[in-house]
């Protein structure tokens, strides 16, 4: 279990418990399918959607609908390893235990997936319900000579951190405003905006590759940035910030995850939150300008 810190203003405080949004990890030995050349001639495209949950995929073995009917995941580009981490034993996985190359192969591919995920729906993908997920072979797919990597966009239901099946693609889709109810410790549960909440989802960075690893990130320095990204949403001046709410980082790392072992793979996502204490309101409060807040 991570921790959630806050900022906030008029002397609130909020530490928040995180639970990871961790895929489950399927390892299939049988492939079922013949061994691809190269990325190209994996079955799975940008524009494919699937029912599939896993991390490791033998994709003759999935299902792939269309993305108007229910699914899990929506493909955004394929590629494949190359270097050293070609050369790997077991494909490169989301794994703490995961050797230096493998590491900095997955912090490399997901910056690819990164750029690719954005072009793909026609604007910066970050959102604090969607999760960006490297799906590679399986093990006996990857000794066989499959070194393709696959960029899966999922969405998630916040209230419980697990991947939500929706209906539709996300290509050059929009979602709809996150607002929470955050009790003072515990868990914080998505509610519609027009019912009484404390808190909004506010937009989503992407911090600053460390030069080291570190234990704890410089949470003064996200939580600065953060009252940029609410003050572009609401409509006011960075300074103001502080005295309209508070703010809250809320990061996406699965809970078997030491925050910096997960940075060190590429996953940087901050997504800032405004927090209002004790205080509730009704509606979004984007672009308000500070106006009717609690």
Request: aromatic share 8%.
């Amino acid at each position: 279990m991570r921790v959630r810190r806050a900022a906030c203003a008029a002397g609130f405080a909020l530490i928040l418990g995180v639970s990871g949004c961790g895929l489950p990890e399927g390892v299939d030995g049988d492939i079922g399918w013949p061994t691809p050349a190269s990325a190209e001639q994996v079955v799975s495209k940008a524009g494919d959607c699937h029912t599939s949950l896993g991390e490791q995929i033998a994709p003759a073995k999935e299902q792939t609908v269309d993305c108007a009917a229910s699914h899990n995941r929506e493909t955004t580009y394929v590629g494949a390893f190359t270097g050293a981490a070609a050369a790997e034993r077991k494909p490169p996985t989301l794994d703490r235990y995961s050797t230096a190359v493998a590491k900095a192969a997955q912090a490399e591919v997901y910056a690819e997936c990164d750029r690719r995920t954005s072009e793909y729906v026609g604007h910066n993908w970050y959102h604090i319900r969607l999760r960006l997920v490297v799906a590679v072979p399986t093990d006996v797919a990857w000794q066989a000579g499959q070194h393709w990597y696959r960029c899966d966009l999922v969405e998630v239901d916040l209230g419980v951190d697990a991947v939500q099946a929706r209906e539709g693609s996300l290509k050059g889709a929009t979602l709809p405003a996150t607002c929470l109810a955050v009790p003072a410790s515990g868990t914080a549960k998505v509610v519609p905006c027009a019912e009484r909440h404390n808190s909004e989802y506010a937009g989503t960075f992407l911090a600053p590759q460390t030069s080291k690893e570190v234990v704890e990130p410089d949470y003064e320095s996200l939580h600065t940035t953060c009252r940029t990204v609410a003050a572009s949403f609401l409509g006011v001046r960075a300074a103001q910030v502080a005295g309209l709410a508070g703010t809250y980082l809320w990061f996406d790392n699965r809970s078997d995850y030491n925050l910096a072992e997960y940075w060190i793979m590429g996953r940087r996502l901050v997504h800032c939150l405004l927090w209002f204490g004790t205080g509730t309101m009704t509606g979004s409060a984007r672009g308000n300008k500070g106006r009717d807040l609690p």
